[in-house]
């Protein structure tokens, strides 16, 4: 499954705020989009502000150690000595860089650029800027992950429709020519599975076992894991194979044709989005405006 960053972007009082998630990581939120609240001019010296708090060193200080193990206790202890005078001042690059900090990342450039931080962080970030806008930033997020969970929803159940149709497709034609009367349920059953396996080797470059041992903290196989781009070019691939088995193509000669056509609709895929646009068909529908969501709450 992919492991690059998935970008969002939420509307509060007509600032648009980036929201950055990794798989299997937390959500990052841009500070540089919510100091424009306060400052749409110079965000950046906003953040700056923040930093130079002793409030915020020592908050930003035991976030790190409770989540990072990592974290540079002798560089903090001198952020935190110094915080609050006149004469500090912090970067968020200088407290990433000085004391290994993961909560805060910091990019640089004309676009694209700024610090973003964790979810805990931004919030408290927000609340600094201003409380009433903080809670707007948790109505939107909420909303963006409510999003997020039904796009998953309706991944998960064109897989679901795709390996029912083509599963009985596949068995079918296995069992109408491969499958010999007088074969044992032993027999019948090691057919069932090596052609199963046949489609893993040919989409995934290994068989269910093969998966198991090198995965033994996972249930199932990798079929349960597969992405959605995955599971398309397994319905093609199923539907393929039950062709050239009916043709009498042995084993060794589908599965060759099979990895081919595999790698080329995984690349055709990939190159045209065409599963992004599928995954969009949940967002069509229009989002309520804060005014919306003001008159919800009074």
């Not at 796009?151 to 034609?173: C, S």
């Amino acid at each position: 499954m992919s492991t690059k960053n998935i970008k969002n972007r939420i509307e509060v009082n007509g600032i648009g705020i980036s929201v950055i998630t990794k798989p299997k990581d937390a959500d990052f939120i841009s500070l540089t989009d919510i100091a424009k609240y306060k400052n749409s001019i110079a965000p950046a010296d906003v953040v700056k502000n923040w930093l130079r708090r002793k409030d915020t060193i020592e908050f930003l200080g035991l976030w790190e150690q409770l989540n990072n193990p990592n974290f540079n206790m002798v560089d903090f202890d001198q952020f935190k000595n110094s915080a609050g005078s006149n004469a500090f001042t912090l970067s968020p690059k200088q407290w990433i860089e000085s004391t290994n900090a993961i909560g805060l990342r910091s990019s640089s450039g004309r676009y694209g650029g700024g610090t973003l931080a964790h979810y805990d962080i931004a919030m408290e970030f927000a609340s600094w800027v201003s409380p009433e806008f903080k809670l707007y930033i948790i109505k939107e997020f909420q909303r963006l992950k409510q999003s997020e969970a039904y796009n998953n929803a309706i991944e998960w159940n064109v897989r679901r429709e795709l390996a029912k149709a083509n599963y009985i497709l596949q068995t079918d034609t296995i069992k109408d020519c491969l499958i010999l009367p007088e074969l044992t349920k032993g027999q019948i059953n090691h057919i069932y599975a090596s052609e199963a396996d046949l489609l893993n080797v040919a989409l995934f470059g290994q068989t269910a076992s093969e998966f198991r041992k090198q995965n033994p903290d996972k249930k199932g196989n990798q079929r349960d894991y597969a992405s959605i781009d995955q599971n398309i070019v397994m319905a093609n691939l199923q539907s393929q194979n039950a062709l050239m088995i009916e043709q009498g193509l042995p084993q060794s000669e589908r599965l060759q044709t099979l990895r081919k056509l595999a790698i080329k609709q995984l690349r055709s895929l990939e190159f045209n989005h065409t599963t992004d646009k599928i995954k969009k068909l949940s967002q069509s529908q229009e989002k309520p405006s804060l005014k919306e969501v003001k008159n919800e709450n009074q």
